[in-house]
């Protein structure tokens, strides 16, 4: 079954303590990204991947780090989280950059900083 | 500044009674405007990509259209398991990222029996 596995589900950290979400897909996609949903302001963007060692900033890269070493994984780092990044995050993938092609979406992590 | 507006912010409808939702954008190098549909504690759901103006896709109760400047999601005789949010997202071509997706707040669907 295709699909994009992030975890974990949530997550309840403190303060300044490094975390990682993970995400993985089993489609072979080039590209994969990192999104962020809060009420009132959508899904937006943080970082995306147009393949393996390729990666680049979305809208709100602040605060977060990624790594493409493998194909199908994408983690996402938060080196000092701050209760400002209490959010939902989706990792997605879609086929390959350029043309336009759906995204896939996992099932989402719910983080708490507190 | 691209950007993507939907409307309603929520909806209720009893079962049976059509009502359609709108997505309006402001983008630059638009390459495909797509459709989701988003269940409590889940992803996205792909539903729909329309990639130029007068294009009509459909799919049960569904259906997409496109203009130049908005996109309209018709619902005809709704069930309750349409509830849903339903977001809208455009692709545009930002740097060398062509899959970038702009989305929209969504619209809050509920059906009711």
């Known amino acids: 079954e295709a699909q994009v596995t992030q975890n974990p589900r949530y997550l309840i950290t403190v303060t300044g303590k490094k975390l990682t979400v993970t995400c993985s897909q089993n489609?072979?996609?080039?590209?994969m990204s990192w999104y962020r949903q809060d009420p009132g302001l959508g899904l937006r963007q943080i970082y995306y991947?147009?393949?393996?060692?390729?990666?680049d900033k979305g809208d709100v890269p602040e605060g977060y780090k990624v790594s493409r070493k493998e194909k199908r994984n994408f983690p996402l780092i938060l080196e000092s989280p701050s209760p400002n990044q209490t959010s939902l995050y989706f990792c997605?993938?879609?086929?390959?950059?350029?043309?336009?092609?759906?995204?896939?979406f996992g099932q989402g992590t719910r983080l708490t900083v507190v | 500044e691209d950007q993507v507006t939907q409307s309603p912010e929520a909806l209720r409808l009893q079962e049976g009674e059509s009502s359609s939702l709108n997505c309006s954008y402001t983008?630059?190098?638009?390459?495909?405007l797509f459709w989701y549909r988003q269940d409590p504690g889940k992803g996205p759901e792909f539903l729909f990509t329309?990639?130029?103006a007068g294009e009509e896709k459909e799919k049960e109760r569904l259906k997409a259209t496109l203009t130049k400047k908005e996109s309209f999601l018709h619902i005809t005789a709704p069930k309750p398991e349409d509830s849903a949010t339903y977001l809208c997202?455009?692709?545009?071509?930002?740097?060398?990222?062509?899959?970038?997706?702009?989305f929209g707040t969504g619209t809050l669907l509920a059906v009711q029996p």
């Open positions: 983008v630059s190098g638009l390459r495909g």
């Open positions: 997202a455009v692709q545009a071509v930002r740097g060398g990222a062509t899959n970038k997706l702009i």
């Open positions: 489609m072979n996609h080039e590209y």
């Open positions: 997605a993938s879609s086929r390959r950059q350029g043309l336009n092609t759906e995204a896939f």
């Open positions: 329309l990639y130029s």
């Open positions: 991947s147009m393949n393996v060692e390729v990666t």
